[in-house]
């Protein structure tokens, strides 16, 4: 029925190299969607699963948040969604015997694709102390080796317990309940790597860390402002939402260093037009940015705005509403009276006159969105950006309103839906207080660690167990060797996971592995079948069931493998009826529904064909709960981004192959690029000042502070039309490049969108691709 896939490593010889595309999506993208999962699930499961992705008795597509329309079509996925459900749902596994053929040293050597390619993972597997080894245990001896090491610790603090963003809401809360009743907030996340900086600057602006906007709105806008996100890749159902937005009339604004293919153009694959037809164009405005230029921009913009009002008093600002709603406004109009144009077109790379347009643009439109992702959220000063968003907004009413809003696009598929549960290492008293109330039992209050902050406590020995729900930390996150040291430093580590990747090579002293269910498969358990439920970008909870027979028989979810690990750890005799949530995940959901507001009714709402739309305050009645019940405007200081002689600013980023770590193939199609990856992507203008050509090989070194320089080697320079003086690269390679203490202030996310960087050319021009 399947067939294993080739699992060669790749030949970086192969690569070649080709113009970008102008325009996402179309045929190719349907034969790439579905060839894979033909081949390798055979027609039956596959058809299954193609049918089943995001339709309302179906499951929700794991490759992004983005939200399900109300009219869904038959094949309601998109090329990357399918991906990503073959990646899962492969009954390709790996065999018993991989275990005592591959030392934990051999799978370092491999990279992330191999890993990722040789199967779902089905049976739990131990590496002892002093063994280079893993080897297949039972269940019960894995949970009492976790359990025994776990009891055994000095303080609940020298554990850390990190989720990654494809947990789903009912696994969340009891993963998070059962940290707590242990004894600890150290729940770091993948969203401190994501859109940590977002809900820094909206929960301080507007009272919620969440998008202002519904599905809806998209339908009701004027004009949507695209920044720092590339969802032709990476939200690629959005640009249906895009297009339909465009046929009623609304103008869309991509600011990006990169002119991404799906900001262009659209070729739908669902419509004979998109198959045929020459698709629609996106972008109305192609705003080419400088990397970290967006604050300096949005200010302009602000000041812009301002100045229109002047001229024209009483016509621009949106008076009522910030008369009733905000605070701040005469400070905010003080500060930008000193903003000085000319460090504005330094930071952003653009003339007076494309800021004027983009100005008029929002100006004359009366339902504005601007919507965003990692190009906003990675920079040092990505939360001053992202208050500089809202100020934008709040000037002209553009919060709480029809068509109009703030809206971050999120990665994981329940990143937001997970927060919301509680996976936070500083979730407020209420919050801890609903728990304690509804189990008896008595939370900490000292906030924990962060992803960063956990490898730091890793470094400093504070940190002895990992334990991972999903992911992969340490080639997420930045700094590779530094994080690596310090996760080989720890005493064990623990990952859930369903396929190997590299942070089942890089361990602690001893190491477990456990297999666990996807959200593909039909989870089975003494109450019957469960179904669990996600939350989308714009704060909609659903259901989602599995709809194949699971891999294998061995493999447990994540529920039943967090709750026998709470009865190892905790006992049976505490005060959480543990075996009651695996039995039925219903119980699970009452206790949500005491405990997190807005789920009153959760398991009645969630039944409900398309589920239900949390409260959001700002959305719904322009009630902002901050610390002063108003919006706020806010006042934040511009900080030049240097950029010294001879070097560049590299932003790392997706291929259109890869989900995160995970690569699926070699190949970035829209940008290029065919069987490889390591590739620098550099303005020609550039590369005619630094000396260097298309298709010389450089090594790339990022200098930081008085520390040796980060390198990485042998990497293929692609002439590219990116905003002068900016580079880009994939990561999760280009992790090597980012120390660690180089953070984003306030959320303490990893700058991974602006690296000084040096290149050094190594070799003659290699032969360009055909
Ligand atoms: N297929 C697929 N889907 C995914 C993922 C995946 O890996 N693969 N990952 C998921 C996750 S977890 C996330 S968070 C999202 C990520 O979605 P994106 O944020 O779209 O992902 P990136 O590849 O990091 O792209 C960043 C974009 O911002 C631009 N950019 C970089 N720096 C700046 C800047 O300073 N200013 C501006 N204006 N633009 C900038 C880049 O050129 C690029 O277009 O996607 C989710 N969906
Ligand atoms: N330089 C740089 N670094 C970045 C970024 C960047 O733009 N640039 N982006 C950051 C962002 S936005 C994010 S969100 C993080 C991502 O960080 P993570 O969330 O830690 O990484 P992923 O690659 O999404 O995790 C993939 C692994 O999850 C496991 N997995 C998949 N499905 C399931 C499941 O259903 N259950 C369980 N238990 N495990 C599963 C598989 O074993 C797979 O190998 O990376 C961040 N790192
Ligand atoms: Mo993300």
Redesign the pocket.
Known sequence: MSRRPPVEDPDYDDMTVHPPEKWAVGLPAIYSASEPALVEMGVGRAFTLLTKVNQKDGFDC?SCAWPDPDHRKVAEFCENGARAITW?ATPVTVPTTFWAEHSVSDLLEKS?YW??MQGR?VEPVYKPAGSDHYEPVSWQKAFSIAAEKLKGLASPDEAAF?T????ANETAFVYQLFVRAFGTNNLPD??N???ESTGTALNETIGVGKSTIAYDDFENTDLIIIMGQNPGTNHPRMLTALEDAKKKGAKIVAVNPLPEAGLLRYKNPQTARGILGRGTAIADQFVQIRLGGDMALLQALSKRVLEAEDRNPGTVLDHDFLQTYTQGLDALRAHLEHLSEDTVLEATGLTSAEIDELAERYITSDRTIITWA?GLT?HRKSVDTLREVVNLLLLRGNIGRLGAGASPIR??SN?QGDRTMGIWEQMPESFLDALDTEFGIHSPREHGVDSLKGIEAMQRGEIKVWF??????V????DTRAAEAAMRGTEMTV???????R?HAVIGREALILP????TEVDLQEAGPQFLSVEDTVCAVHATHGAVPPVAPSLLS?VSIVTRLARAVLGDDGPIDWQAFENDYDTIRESISRVVPGFENFNADVRRKGGFVLPNGPRDSRTFNTSTGKAHLTINHLEALERPAGRLILQ???SHDQ????IYSLNDRYRGIKKGRNVVFVNPDDLAELGLADGDTVDIFSEWKNEPDRELRGYRVVSYPTAKGCAAAY??E??VL?PLDSAALESNT?V??AIVVRLEKVGAPAAVGA
């Not at 990654?164 to 947990?167: H, I, M």
């Not at 666990?516 to 959200?519: I, K, S, V, Y």
Request: proline letters at 3%.
């Open positions: 794991m899962e992330e890993l990722g993972l990190y990654s963003g494809r947990a993948c969203s790597m994501c859109h990692m990675q990665g994981h990143v991972g729900l999903g992911g992969n930390l080639a997420a996150i930045s990952q859930v996971s369903t396929k190997l990747n942070s666990t269910l996807g959200r994540e790392t980023m997706r989900f995160n770590t995970t990561f999760p280009a992790n980012i990893p991974s969108k």
